[in-house]
Structures are given as structure tokens and as C-alpha cells.
């Protein structure tokens, strides 16, 4: 593997559009080449060496020999990885919105938070984010009729509100809560939330959402059966029918 | 001299049967108007003259040195936030708009604290929309949802809704059906032949409800829904079911509330639903004159109605991020220009704090407490009083304000021109030293 | 706490420093439930307050809420307990904001004072 | 300015393929001229284009963008040169239709829809957008003054109104959509066909149609009617579409030109009984159109992909997004229309849009005439009108069509007879349908032509006539389409190699025509009480001001104006 390490030279005030922070453009470049790029921060063009320091072994390799390491503090830097096909990139802070937006292949990993639109219209991969996610995990962009299509999101904190909305594919799993809305118009998704959350599958056409903690139940959702899916007992729903929608919610038993 | 048929600049409504009477320059007398469109028209303290703030005092100065100063400012930021616009005639905003490409600017209307989430919902369902003057002569069925014009647009109901008559509609109030959808009693709903009172934040489920009832899937619904009863829902939409016409008006008390556009979104596909049964259209009550003006005039000119991201030249579009309160919450941005707005009344008290510490630009007739944390300020013309324009009504209608009476100030284009022709020579003069 | 339009508050609004301001947009309407048990009846005002912020206002009794729902028109007086967060889509939530409320003595802050303490930084 | 040594095809003028010089000065066509020389030698040289059917402005247009965000951000292209920001792909912004026409080498585009009470807000976008030399088609079929006026049938009357809703509007024709449904629409239903009277105002779209085409004759308009049948989109339409004809023979056209325009005729050439035999009789409707000389058409052509509806036809788009399960918005306008707008993707895999496809291509090709058909998508119900390089490699190649027939439903060929169609068009033929053509039907004497006096608008492709073989070469004619060499707007070169280089404003026609005043003072004791009653504004405040139209070109008609000069 390939490994290059970011690192943002000193703390960033206005936010910083870095769509480039991606193994698919930096495979192929020298380190000297990358230091060269331009990202935005407002109505700035500014190279990432003017930002970052940059280091790690030279190129060209393929994206998928490549491993990007962002160290610090990137909670104001937006689309990391947007776009990406392979590698991994592994992020030792936070990020900004619209990490992993459009994603396709490879593994983006986060150990701080992750803000609005993580995974945004995903296509494949895997992110992994072991603090919080923002609200529109996993969704589609405004007025789009599909989320994220395929791979895997998993969010071992909490997530914020609509979460998955708009939902054509993939898995999101959340360990912690999730917020308002989550798997609004759902077309074949799952959801798993392993705490609690409000108003789960707004017109959810297809596709599941499991919910192991609490949450309230709209009433477009016909109440069927308790199931039990890996050794724990949850209520069926099915919804939802404001949308004739053939969606399956569980709920743990008990819980709501 | 009466000037009649003016156009009232201070709510959606743009109620365009106003008699003005004018002696000697001045408004005597305002005829036709509500209590807060005579309030507008009738007029206030101005500012008084152009101020730049100089060792934590305003001082006076001349419009062009405040050209100057608001164009220094705005090249000197790297995220410059041009917020307000919905108090304004189209001329201007399509200055401001100018000014937002040319600057690399976030440019934001008042919008985004009133109806910014009626538009994330219209963007997910669409709008099932209607003049209001269909209303007036057709709608025997009146639903005001989360709104209490008989405050906020005191002379609705008798133009437009449910006091109007017309070709359909003759005998006027006594053969309509108005219905009042809120979490309290209000000068509205005491008005009503029914009132709903739920529970703060459950609209989107209560309207899930209806949306089931209406499409007999009653069975399924539980027998409380955000603290009322499944009977009278189930009688809310028979009611709704017997329409002939139906009209939906909402306001900020679902826009503002827990759901926030998810709430819109399904107010809009109930109005879908009952299309399936009998005619229905939805409306947004607008609270400014010309916050429709912003959306129509910044649709056709990027594409996007609110919150446009110029920065990168390109515009990019997304409230949560480049709404003008995400950008103060988040300390993304570095100066403001605020026009025809006062956020630092209007935004909540934190984001107003993290907007004190940029440098601000105000432009506006009226001494406001933006004014107090104002470096800039730049008194304006009245929009619709001093200076004519266009104005789109709540409904999407056109309108050409007229102008009332003359002023010596300068009118928002006069002053968005200024500031733009300096913005280019100091540019210019920029890139000269740069080059050199 | 729900904030909104009222009538005076409206037609005020581009008068905003004027006393008449002040009268329509510092006061909070409650129930006379909620009016009688905070024991508000001897000219005593309003403290609101939340994670946010605290405002203190005059109390108005109001027959259209119910108890524990209390109104305040828009403005700045009511702005103070609204939180910064946008929920996503750009726009604070204004209505059904969870406050605590008691009877004070302490005196309503006219506007200067309100943004008074509002630290501002030199352009 | 000289070009010099293009191959032109300027059929109003027969000439056909000809190499010469053409010469401009003073933004107009001329016989000899100084300055700047284009060279254009061996290049195909046409007048710039023109689109009589198209939406481009108004409130339908915003409506589609504010609801489309997702559609908005894919035609994002940065502030540059002397261009604003482009957003949109079927809903650009009002910038990116101007450069984007002008790189096709279009130079004049009608918008075909407004209201007259909504015309101030068309008029504002119109303003906005570069280049262009535009108008604004006026609806009137649903209108209660028209159908009032029609009940009495008082053609007089309604020839005043005309005058006066065009001069409010600063319109430039009469447009008729779906006449009678939009007003039943009002409370929810439609008519059901030629004959099913109007609720409420006893008078049938039958003979709304008949008589606004009288008063389009009484008034010499410039254009003829403008009509979208009722039954559009509907399986079975075709007979709609040929009684409506038949109705119409009897006009007397006032003018050299057709009696009725009838637009996008692909959605109203449609056979079967459901979606499910859903088939093609385009070739029906294009055997009435070569036996009678009083109807002219465009095609409506449907491209598969990305589209937006929008139409003053209401009830059809809540069918649409009914269908569709997609978004949809809705605007009745009071006393005079209604209208929609939901977004739609056409699918290859779908059997109903391969038919729907191949219909409006059947309709140009078996029309013998290239004169009564222009190229158009009804931009963007059909596709928008980036597109239109492909609909024409469409009819100028057999082959292509062949492959792309390949990759359809196999049951297409049952369904239409776009297989067995060997016709492929020629220069000439595509330069009557997009420029002679449509300049003719719309009545604009200064366009679609390069004779003296005309407009100095031409284009100038990377596309040499004598050595492209449309027919197998289909790419290089569709990638030169797409890109004009050089786009030359009233004698100013707009447009080079692809890249805008100057945006002038262009001019708004609009139609002052005169009516009798014993007739107006009649009418205006109608509108008088309108106003009064019905209307949500004044008269005062209704009409468009001069102020939203700073560029008019105003064309006389009406009774005891001068008579117009006929077009070549």
C-alpha cells in the first residue's frame, strides 16, 4: 500500500470544499503533484500545501493500493472521499458534510464524528463512523427521488435526523439513537438503529427498519405479529399505507 | 392628491386596492389597508444619514464613502453572507444577486426563518398550487393549518378566503367551511365552523392520519393521533372529502415546528390524495411582501429559490448548509451584508452573537437592532412607498408596486449599483497593485 | 414556548426601537391556569427560561392555550430561547421550544439593554 | 461583417446548398458589407435558428426549477467570460438558455404558454435571458371572457378581447390548450372530447377553437391559432386530433399561411384503447396533413431520459404524476387556465415511450412536406432542447435509426412503422424545419431566412455539406449541431466554437393589434365588472407595463391596420 498522511497546518476557520482528498486523484500523482491541487475555501482557491502538510510514500499506484491518512481535526472539511471507487482513507478527527458522497468502492473510516450527508447517494464501500453521524446519513440530495444505493454505513454513536431518507439500497446500521424521520420514503434499504428514534419509515415504500430501543409508530402502520430476529422478540409493522407502501418495521417488544 | 390602487408592501397578501392620500410629499391618509399595512405605509423614524463605524461609534458619511467601506468589506471576506431580500422590490434582488456572483458570496432571504422548509417540501412533492382569486371564486371548503391571518394577514380571509365571494362563491362566508388546524385558540380559529387543537409537534402524524382516513384506510389508524381523537379526525376528513374546492393555507406553526418540511411534504401529498376524490390546492401564507419576489427572482436567475452558495462562481444550493443561520451557527462565513431585514431581532439570540463578531453591512430606512451591531449603514428608499417595483404575491403573482411619494434617499438598486461599481474599480485596482 | 406574529408585534416591526415595540413584543401570553399558579396576578413579571437562554417578560392571559403552552411574539425577546441548531434544513425551530417558567420581580430589559451585552468584534 | 464562402442553405429563398458570401451590416442582411470576414469555406451555413415552440420563461419554467433541485445542479457550469452561472438541464436557468440555444445556433425561441395575468412575470424572465430574440404565445382557451364571448357567439367581441389580452400579456398569438378542460379542471374534472360542453358555460371546445381561429382572422394576426387538442397523452387521441381538423377547414386564413398550427403532435398521434395496445397512427395523422393544406404541426419528438412536463393542460399532469408516482405541482389561474408540472424519465425498456419515440419521428418523415412540420421536443416535455442535434441525426439517418431500434422492446415494430420508413432528410429539409419553416408559421418576416433585409442571424457549423454523408456519419452531423462554429446574432458573433463570446439582448415581439372601438367599449363593460367581482387585483394593476419589455419589436395587426407584408 501506498500511505500518505494530511494533516491541516493550523486550525480552520471558513470551511474547506476538498472534493480532491480522494485515493482516485491521489493515485496516480507524486506527493509533489498532490501538494499542488487546489481545493476551495470560500471564494479562495488554495492549494492543499497551503493548508495541509503532506507526507508519505510517492506514486503512481492504482487507487486500490492506496491509503490515505487525514490526522487532526477535519470537521470543517467537506466531501472527503466524495466519489471514491477504492483505497481507504482513514480520518483520525472529524469530518465535515458530505464525507463519502457518491461513494462507490473501498473503505472510509472515521474515529470522531462525521457531520451532515455522510455517504450521501452512496453507491458501494463501507464507512464506518465511531462517533456521531449528522442528520441525512445515507440520503439523497434535496428534491432527488434516491438515497444511497448500495454498501454499507455503520455509525457506532448516534445519528441525526433523517437518516437514510430516500433509501433505494444498502445497509445503515447505528448503534446509538437516531433522530426524527429515519428511512423516510425507504424503496428497499435496511435500517438497523440499536437505540431510539421518532416517526421511523415516513412513507416507506420497500425495505426494512429495525429498531431495537424505542420509538413512536406513525399511524399509516398496520400492526401485525412479534417476530424474533436474532434471538430478540420484536412487533411487526407493516407501512407505510399512507403510501400503500410494502415496507417492514420491527420494533423490540416491549419497548414502545 | 390620491393615488389609487396602490399596492400594500407589507404582506404576502399584496393587497392592490390601496387609496393613498398625498399632500406636499407626504402621506396624509392610508384607505383600504389593514392595521399593519397602514402602520408600513404610513411610515416610521428614519435613519437619517449613511454611518461607518469608527472606534465603536457610528459616524456620519457620505453614501459614497459607504460604498466604499461595504465594498471593502465584502472583498476582504473570504465567505461573504448577503442576507435579507424579502423586503425588497425584484429590481434590487436581481443587484443583489449580481453583487453575490461577484463577490463569491452566500446569498440568503428571510426565507429561510419563515417558509425554508415549505420549499425543501415543495422540492420533495411538488406544489398543488392556485391563484388566490380561484380561491375566492371557487373554494367552499377553507383549511388554515398552523396560520392565524386574522393577525399575520388581516385582510385574507375578506379578499381571497373565507369571507370573499365570487362566481362560485356568492353568498360568501355563510356557505363556506373554514377549518382551523393549531396548537391553540387563535383570532382565526374562534372564526371557525371547526377548530383542531393538537399537540405541539405532532402535524406530520396527524396529517398521516388524515391521509388515511381519506383514503378509507381508517381501520389502521390508531385512536389518538397527536392528542386528538380518531372520530374527529374521521369527521375533519369527511369534511375535507365533501369539498367541492378545497384550499389548504399553512403557516409557520407547521413550518417552525418539530417535522419542520417532512410536515410540508405531507400536507402536500395529502392535498395530492384528495385531488384523487375532489379538487384541492395548497398555499404557503408568505409574511413579507416580496419574500416570493427572492424565490422567483433567484430561481430564474441559479436555479435555486434560497440559500445560493456563489463562492466557487458556480451556485450550489442546500439549507442546513447554506442557510444563513447554518453559516452563523457554524462560523462559516466572515462578513454580512444585510438588507431589508434585521436578523439580529429575527435569529436566535446565538447565532445573533456569532453574526456581532463579523463586520456587517446594514442597508435599510429604519433604525433596527441590527443597526446596533452594524459597521456600515446605509438608509434606503421605501421599497413600494418610495420607490417602485415588482413584487410577487403570495401565490406567485406579479405585481408592479407603485411609488407613492418622492425621497431623497436612494433606492436599494441605487445603492446594491454603488456598492457594486465600487466592488469592481477596487477589484480592478487590486489586481493593477497585484500585477505591478 | 411557541413564538409568532401578532398584530401590534406586526405592525411595529419597522419601528423597532420605539416603546411601542417594546409593549407588543416583551410580553408572553399563558393560560390563567398556568397565569394563577405561577401566582402572577400582583403585577409581578415572567422569568422564561432554557438551556439557551432566560428572558424575563410580561404576562398576558390568554384564552386560546392551553395549559403549559405559552406564547411569545416573535422577536428578540422570544429569540433568546430558541437554539441555534437548524435540524438540517436551515431553519431554527421557533415553535414548541421546551422552557421553564417562574414569577419574578426583576425588571423586562428594553431593547438597547437587550443587545448591550452583545460582545462585538471591530471590522 | 462577410462570411465568406459558406455553403448556405436558405430555403425561403431557394437556395439550397450553394456557396456564397453573405453579408451583414447593421445587424441586418445586406447586399455588400466591410470589417470583419468569416471564413466559412466548405462550411454549412444556415439563417439562425428558430424555435416556435418551446418553454422557456414564466411561471411553469420557476416552478419546475424551485421543484427540481436535483435537476438544477446537473447543468452547473461557473461564471466565466462574459457568462452568468449555467445551472439546470431540463429547467436551466434563465442564462443557460440563452448561451445553450445560441450554441445549437438558435437565435430566436417563442415561449409558448403564459397567461395573460401571469405574462408580467414570463416577461421578467424573458428579460433575463441573453441573446435570444423571443415571444410569448397568450392562452385564451380556457379563458371566461373567451367562452363567454363564444356562448353569444359574439366573434367581435372576442376579437376585442384578443386584441386586448395580447396587448396586456404583450403576447404574440393565441395559444389554445386543451380549451374547456383547463376551466372544468377548476373543480377537478376535464371534457372529454371535441363535443362535451364546459360545466358552467354551456359552449363546447369545438367551438372555443372555431371561433378564437375567427378571431385570429378578423384580427390578421401574424400567427395563426396555436391549438394542443384535447385528449393529449390519452391512447386513442388520434381521432381528437383529426375531428379538430376537419373543424377547422372552413377558416379562411387571413394571411399566407396555415389556418391552425397544431403543436407537439406526437402526443396526440396515439392509438389503442389502454396503455396496453397503446399503439402509433402517426401515419394517419400525416396522411390527413399531405391531403389539406391548412394545418402546419411540430413534432413533439420524446427522447429517451431525463424530461420535465409542464403544461397548461392541468388534468393531464395529474395524470402524469398519478402515473408516475412522481412529484407534482398544480396552478389553476383565476378566470383564465390552469397548468402543471411533474418530472419524468422516458425509458428505452419502456414499450409506451419506444411508441412514443418512434411517433414523432414518423410524423416529420411520412409528412411529404417539410414545411408543415417543424423539429421541436416541446422542450423540455419531450426532452429538453439541448437535444435537438440528435432528433435531427434521427431524421437525417436511417442507420441510426435502425440501431437505436435495435436496443427498443422487441413488439415496437407492431406498434408503429417508424422500421419500414427509408426517408432521410436532407440539408434543406432540416433547414425548412428548424429555420424557414417555423419562422413562416410564426409570421416573422426578418427570420428563418438570409434574403436582404432579413435579421443578421446565422449559423455556421464545423460541417462541410458536400463531404459529410449524414446518413452513415449521423455522430459528426449531431456533434457539429450541438456545437456551432460560429453563432452570428443580428450581425454580432455570439457564440464561437462552442464558447459564448458576447450576450446582447435581444428583442421580445409582441402583437399590437387594433379592434373596432364600438367592439372594445363593449368589452370593456365586461372586464369592468370582472374586475369587480372575480379578479384577485385591479385592472389598473393587471396589464404588463412597458417597463417589463425593454426591447419590443411590436408587430401591427387587427382591423384598418396597414396589411402586412407576406412573407417570402
Known amino acids: 500500500m501506498r500511505n500518505i498522511v494530511i494533516a491541516p497546518l493550523a486550525p480552520i476557520r471558513i470551511s474547506v470544499e476538498a472534493e480532491i482528498l480522494s485515493p482516485d486523484i491521489f493515485a496516480p500523482l507524486s506527493l509533489e503533484q498532490i501538494c499542488g491541487l487546489d481545493v476551495w475555501q470560500g471564494n479562495r482557491k488554495r492549494r492543499i500545501s497551503d493548508l495541509f502538510r503532506v507526507v508519505g510514500d510517492e506514486g503512481p499506484v492504482k487507487p486500490e493500493e492506496t491509503a490515505l491518512r487525514l490526522e487532526g481535526d477535519f470537521s470543517r472539511v467537506k466531501r472527503i472521499a466524495e466519489g471514491m471507487t477504492a483505497g481507504t482513507v482513514d480520518v483520525t478527527g472529524s469530518v465535515g458534510m458530505h464525507a463519502g458522497n457518491n461513494m462507490k468502492g473501498g473503505r472510509l473510516r472515521i474515529l470522531g464524528n462525521a457531520d451532515d450527508w455522510l455517504g450521501r447517494e452512496m453507491r458501494g464501500g463501507s464507512i464506518i463512523v465511531e462517533g456521531n453521524a449528522g442528520n441525512y446519513a445515507g440520503a439523497g440530495y434535496r428534491g432527488e427521488r434516491c438515497g444511497m444505493r448500495g454498501g454499507e454505513i455503520e455509525i457506532r454513536g448516534n445519528a441525526g435526523a433523517y437518516l437514510g431518507e430516500h433509501l433505494c439500497g444498502g445497509n445503515i446500521r447505528v448503534a446509538g439513537n437516531a433522530g426524527d424521520f429515519p428511512g423516510a420514503a425507504n424503496q428497499g434499504g435496511t435500517i438497523f438503529i440499536g437505540g431510539s428514534c421518532h416517526l421511523p419509515g415516513a412513507e416507506m415504500t420497500k425495505g426494512a427498519i429495525i429498531v431495537n430501543g424505542k420509538a413512536k409508530v406513525l399511524p399509516g402502520y398496520q400492526k401485525l405479529e412479534i417476530v424474533t430476529i436474532g434471538g430478540e422478540k420484536y412487533q411487526k409493522y407493516a407501512g407505510d399505507l399512507v403510501e400503500n407502501g410494502k415496507g417492514e418495521l420491527f420494533i423490540q417488544a416491549g419497548s414502545s | 392628491m390620491m393615488v389609487e390602487d396602490a399596492i400594500c408592501s407589507f404582506c404576502g397578501c399584496l393587497c392592490d386596492d390601496i387609496n393613498v392620500e398625498v399632500e406636499e410629499n407626504n402621506v396624509k391618509r392610508v384607505r383600504h389597508a389593514c392595521r399593519l399595512g397602514s402602520s408600513k405605509i404610513m411610515g416610521h423614524e428614519r435613519i437619517r444619514s449613511p454611518m461607518v463605524r469608527k472606534d465603536g461609534e457610528l459616524k456620519e458619511v457620505s453614501y459614497q464613502q459607504a460604498y466604499e467601506r461595504a465594498a471593502e468589506i465584502l472583498l476582504a471576506a473570504s465567505k461573504p453572507l448577503l442576507y435579507g431580500w424579502a423586503s425588497t422590490v425584484c429590481e434590487a434582488q436581481k443587484k443583489g444577486i449580481l453583487l453575490a456572483e461577484e463577490v463569491g458570496g452566500v446569498l440568503d432571504s428571510t426565507a429561510t426563518v419563515c417558509h425554508g422548509p415549505s420549499v425543501i417540501g415543495i422540492e420533495e412533492k411538488g406544489l398543488p398550487g392556485a391563484t388566490l382569486g380561484q380561491v375566492k371564486n371557487r373554494a367552499d371548503t377553507i383549511v388554515f393549518w398552523g396560520c392565524n391571518p386574522a393577525e399575520a394577514h388581516p385582510r385574507h380571509s375578506l379578499r381571497y378566503s373565507s369571507n370573499a365571494c365570487g362566481r362560485f362563491t356568492p353568498e360568501g362566508r355563510s356557505a363556506k367551511r373554514i377549518i382551523v388546524v393549531d396548537v391553540r385558540e387563535t383570532r382565526t380559529s374562534k372564526n371557525a365552523d371547526k377548530q383542531v387543537i393538537i399537540q405541539p409537534g405532532t402535524d406530520y402524524e396527524v396529517i398521516s392520519a388524515l391521509r388515511m382516513l381519506v383514503a378509507g384506510k381508517g381501520d389502521v389508524v390508531p385512536d389518538e393521533v397527536g392528542g386528538v381523537a380518531k372520530k374527529e379526525l374521521a369527521s375533519l376528513a369527511q369534511m375535507l372529502l365533501a369539498a367541492k374546492f378545497g384550499a389548504v393555507f399553512f403557516g409557520l406553526g407547521i413550518t417552525h415546528s418539530r417535522g419542520r418540511y417532512k410536515n410540508i411534504d405531507n400536507a402536500l401529498s395529502l392535498v395530492a390524495d384528495l385531488n384523487s376524490h375532489t379538487k384541492f390546492v395548497i398555499m404557503p401564507m408568505r409574511g413579507h411582501y416580496n419574500v416570493g419576489g427572492i424565490g422567483q427572482v433567484l430561481a430564474w436567475s441559479s436555479g435555486y429559490p434560497m440559500s445560493v452558495d456563489f463562492t466557487r462562481q458556480a451556485p450550489y444550493f442546500n439549507p442546513g448548509e447554506t442557510a444563513a443561520c447554518d453559516l452563523l451557527a457554524k462560523a462559516d462565513t466572515d462578513a454580512a451584508l444585510i438588507i431589508a431585514a434585521d436578523p439580529a431581532s429575527n435569529f436566535p439570540r446565538k447565532i445573533v452573537e456569532e453574526l456581532a463578531k463579523m463586520p456587517i453591512i446594514q442597508i435599510d430606512p429604519y433604525e433596527n437592532p441590527t443597526t446596533l451591531l452594524a459597521d456600515v449603514v446605509i438608509p434606503s428608499a421605501i421599497a413600494g412607498v418610495e420607490a417602485e417595483g415588482t413584487a410577487y404575491r403570495m401565490d406567485g403573482l406579479a405585481l408592479r408596486m407603485r411609488k407613492l411619494v418622492n425621497s431623497s434617499y436612494p433606492s436599494d438598486e441605487e445603492i446594491l449599483d454603488g456598492i457594486l461599481e465600487c466592488v469592481r474599480s477596487l477589484r480592478s485596482a487590486m489586481r493593477m497593485q497585484g500585477g505591478a | 414556548m411557541i413564538s409568532g406574529r401578532t398584530l401590534a408585534q406586526g405592525a411595529n416591526c419597522e419601528s423597532k426601537m420605539s416603546e411601542d415595540f417594546f409593549k407588543a413584543a416583551s410580553s408572553c401570553h399563558l393560560s390563567k391556569e398556568d397565569y394563577d399558579l405561577l401566582g402572577l396576578s400582583d403585577g409581578k413579571n415572567i422569568l422564561l427560561k432554557n438551556e439557551f437562554g432566560k428572558t424575563v417578560l410580561s404576562p398576558r392571559v390568554d384564552d386560546g392555550l392551553r395549559k403549559g403552552i405559552v406564547f411569545v411574539p416573535m422577536g428578540p425577546w422570544a429569540n433568546i430561547l430558541i437554539g441555534p441548531d437548524t435540524g438540517g434544513c436551515g431553519t431554527p425551530q421557533f415553535k414548541g421550544v421546551e422552557i421553564d417558567i417562574e414569577a419574578t420581580n426583576s425588571p423586562i430589559m428594553d431593547i438597547r439593554e437587550l443587545f448591550g451585552s452583545v460582545q462585538r468584534a471591530e471590522a | ?568
Open chain 4, 1 to 568: 461583417m462577410i462570411i465568406r464562402g459558406g455553403i448556405v442553405y436558405d430555403p425561403a429563398n431557394g437556395i439550397f446548398g450553394e456557396e456564397m458570401d453573405i453579408c451583414i451590416d447593421g445587424g441586418r442582411i445586406v447586399e455588400d458589407a466591410k470589417g470583419e470576414v468569416i471564413d466559412a469555406r466548405g462550411l454549412l451555413v444556415m439563417p439562425g435558428g428558430v424555435d416556435a415552440h418551446t418553454h422557456i420563461a414564466g411561471k411553469k419554467m420557476n416552478t419546475g426549477r424551485i421543484m427540481r433541485p436535483d435537476d438544477s445542479r446537473l447543468g452547473t457550469e461557473p461564471r466565466s467570460g462574459v457568462c452568468r452561472p449555467s445551472t439546470g438541464y431540463t429547467v436551466p436557468n434563465c442564462y443557460a438558455m440563452g448561451y445553450r440555444y445560441a450554441r445549437m445556433g438558435y437565435t430566436t425561441a417563442f415561449e409558448a404558454a403564459t397567461p395573460i395575468i401571469e405574462a408580467r412575470h414570463t416577461h421578467e424572465e424573458l428579460e433575463e435571458i441573453p441573446i435570444l430574440d423571443k415571444g410569448a404565445l397568450t392562452l385564451f382557451g380556457n379563458n371566461w371572457e373567451v367562452m363567454e364571448c363564444v356562448h353569444d357567439k359574439d366573434i367581435a367581441k372576442l376579437a376585442a378581447y384578443v386584441a386586448w389580452g395580447l396587448r396586456a400579456a404583450r403576447g404574440y398569438g393565441i395559444k389554445i390548450v386543451n380549451p374547456g378542460g383547463g376551466e372544468a379542471w377548476g373543480f377537478g374534472s376535464n371534457v372529454k372530447g371535441l363535443y362535451d360542453p364546459v360545466p358552467n358555460f354551456d359552449v363546447t371546445p369545438a367551438e372555443i377553437i372555431h371561433a378564437l381561429a375567427e378571431a385570429n382572422e378578423m384580427l390578421r394576426l401574424p400567427h395563426s391559432i396555436h391549438l394542443h387538442f384535447n385528449n393529449l397523452g390519452k391512447p386513442g387521441n388520434y381521432t381528437t386530433a383529426l375531428e379538430t381538423l376537419e373543424a377547422l377547414k372552413d377558416i379562411k386564413p387571413s394571411r399566407m399561411r396555415q389556418a391552425v398550427h397544431v403543436t407537439h403532435m406526437q402526443f396526440s398521434a396515439y392509438g389503442g384503447t389502454s396503455w396496453r395496445d397503446f399503439e402509433s397512427k402517426a401515419s394517419v395523422i400525416a396522411d390527413y396533413l399531405n391531403r389539406h393544406d391548412h394545418a402546419t404541426m411540430d413534432m413533439g419528438q420524446l427522447l429517451f431520459g431525463a424530461a420535465t412536463t409542464m403544461t397548461a393542460d392541468a388534468p393531464l399532469e395529474y395524470g402524469n404524476a398519478r402515473l408516475t408516482h412522481n412529484k407534482w405541482s398544480n396552478h389553476d389561474i383565476e378566470l383564465e387556465e390552469s397548468s402543471g408540472v411533474v418530472p419524468m424519465v422516458y425509458l428505452r425498456k419502456m414499450l409506451v415511450n419506444a411508441v412514443q419515440w418512434a411517433i414523432g419521428l414518423e410524423l416529420a418523415l411520412l409528412t411529404e412536406d417539410p414545411w408543415k412540420v417543424l423539429m421541436t421536443t416541446d422542450s423540455p416535455n419531450g426532452s429538453p432542447f439541448v437535444n435537438y442535434p440528435e432528433v435531427i441525426a434521427l431524421l437525417m439517418s436511417k442507420p441510426k435509426r435502425d440501431s437505436e431500434m435495435a436496443t427498443l422492446h422487441a413488439e415496437l415494430s407492431k406498434r408503429t412503422s417508424l422500421g419500414g420508413i427509408e426517408r432521410e432528410m436532407d440539408w434543406s429539409e432540416i433547414a425548412i424545419m428548424t429555420r424557414a419553416a417555423p419562422a413562416r408559421i410564426l409570421g416573422l418576416e426578418d427570420k428563418g431566412h438570409l434574403g436582404l433585409g432579413a435579421d443578421g442571424d446565422v449559423s455556421i457549423y464545423n460541417l462541410s455539406p458536400e463531404e459529410v454523408d449524414a446518413s452513415k456519419e449521423h455522430a459528426t452531423v449531431k456533434k457539429a449541431l450541438a456545437t456551432a462554429k460560429y453563432t452570428i446574432k443580428s450581425g454580432i458573433v455570439v457564440c464561437k466554437d462552442g464558447e459564448i463570446i458576447a450576450t446582447p439582448r435581444g428583442k421580445t415581439y409582441w402583437v399590437d393589434a387594433a379592434a373596432l372601438q364600438a367592439d372594445m367599449d363593449r368589452l370593456m363593460v365586461d372586464l369592468r365588472d370582472k374586475f369587480e367581482r372575480y379578479y384577485s387585483v385591479q385592472m389598473s394593476n393587471y396589464a404588463v407595463q412597458d417597463v417589463y419589455v425593454t426591447n419590443p419589436k411590436v408587430i401591427k395587426a387587427g382591423l384598418g391596420a396597414e396589411p402586412l407584408k407576406e412573407v417570402a
